[in-house]
């Protein structure tokens, strides 16, 4: 099966621009998460979808970052205004149903840089 | 609430001697654990995993984990070194079934010498 897809790989875009970062998970998989790691810290939850729905979006830093997954397919992660505080590697990751604990299959991340 | 901390942001080895990386956690709820590896321009892969049952964990590439409840620790293993083996290793924490959010450690990069 294909794994996570995501894209660009990389981007670099000027502070106060906007940038949208697209997920495919697995095809079935009703779970999508956004995890960030952002330089030398360790990586962290952003937020959960279950099919379209937000199941939990306690970990998005504020409110320039816009989540959306389309029909329950794949995802959008959108900054607007992007800031230097938010470049780091954004990784998706997708799991059946709620079998969280089998651990997910992630996506190669997208390395994101704000100059 | 749930931490993990991993000892070591960069542990170095020569081929065919032990690795091992260090893990410990803390987390209110019993642990679902996890190692995930990550090479140089790939995706986060899951190495192995605890849930509940043999505390004594084996994965893939010949890498193993034991939890140690008394301890909170699940430090991961492999006898014997290989240089494809140079990657970046995390250990996370879940709540387990119903709570499926992965805290993660700093992670810890592996260099392999020949």
């Known amino acids: 099966e294909a794994g996570v897809t995501q894209f660009p790989s990389h981007s670099v875009i000027e502070k106060g621009q906007t940038v949208t970062l697209r997920c495919d998970p697995i095809s079935g998989h009703d779970n999508l998460y956004w995890y960030r790691r952002v330089m030398g810290k360790e990586i962290k939850f952003l937020l959960h979808?279950?099919?379209?729905?937000?199941?939990?979006e306690s970990g998005m830093p504020n409110n320039r970052f816009l989540a959306e997954r389309t029909g329950g397919t794949y995802s959008t992660l959108k900054v607007q205004p992007a800031e230097l505080e938010d470049s780091g590697v954004y990784f998706c990751?997708?799991?059946?149903?709620?079998?969280?604990?089998?651990?997910?299959?992630f996506g190669s991340g997208t390395r994101l840089t704000v100059v | 609430a749930q931490s993990v901390t991993q000892l070591g942001s960069h542990v170095s080895v020569s081929e065919g001697a032990l690795v091992l990386l260090r893990c410990n956690y803390s987390?209110?709820?019993?642990?679902?654990l996890f190692w995930y590896v990550q090479y140089p321009n790939q995706g986060l892969q899951l190495l192995l995993k605890y849930t509940t049952g043999a505390t004594l964990v084996k994965g893939i590439n010949g890498f193993e984990a034991e939890f140690k409840k008394s301890e909170t620790s699940f430090h991961l293993t492999k006898p014997s070194a290989h240089m494809s083996d140079a990657a970046e290793y995390f250990c996370a924490v879940s709540a387990g079934s119903g709570y499926s959010t992965l805290t993660f450690g700093k992670g810890t990069m592996l260099l392999v010498s020949p």
């Open positions: 979808f279950v099919k379209e729905s937000k199941q939990d």
């Open positions: 990751a997708s799991s059946q149903r709620d079998r969280g604990y089998y651990g997910y299959t």
């Open positions: 987390s209110s709820v019993p642990p679902y």
